[in-house]
């Protein structure tokens, strides 16, 4: 159950993410490492954006690689580890959505990245826990 709620977490930050800049740039970002940098740019001045939000994608990143494609001895996301990122994937998907509604862009972006993480299961599991 942690391998996946870890990953579908992670999917769902990302996604979020790459909403956020697609609907404030027109830019299309695949790369994990292009859509931290984008955020990371558009975010530095917002107070609202904490460092506990601003550090999700990372770490998320390297638990779901963990959980994803490691094996033996340290191979294992624990139940806990899987819950504490579960619990800040949340408030930063939410932040997401905040922004786009802010700065007027359409409801329908927010609304897609909440169906798309409901179909990954993401929300289930994370209700579940």
Known sequence: ???RSESRGY???L???QAL???TSGKI???H???QAEIGRGTKDDSRFDRELGAFLDRAYDLKSIADYETGPGSLVSAETASAAIVVAHPFVDFMGSVMRANGQAQATATEV???A???GFLSVAKAR
Request: aromatic share 4%; glycine share 4%; charged share 30%.
């Open 33 to 35: 490492e292009r859509v």
């Open 21 to 23: 800049i697609f609907e």
């Open 15 to 17: 996604h979020a993410a």
């Open 114 to 116: 909440l169906r798309l």
């Open 1 to 3: 159950m942690a391998r």
């Open 11 to 13: 999917l769902a930050g």
């Open 118 to 120: 409901q179909k990954s």
């Open 29 to 31: 970002t695949k790369s």
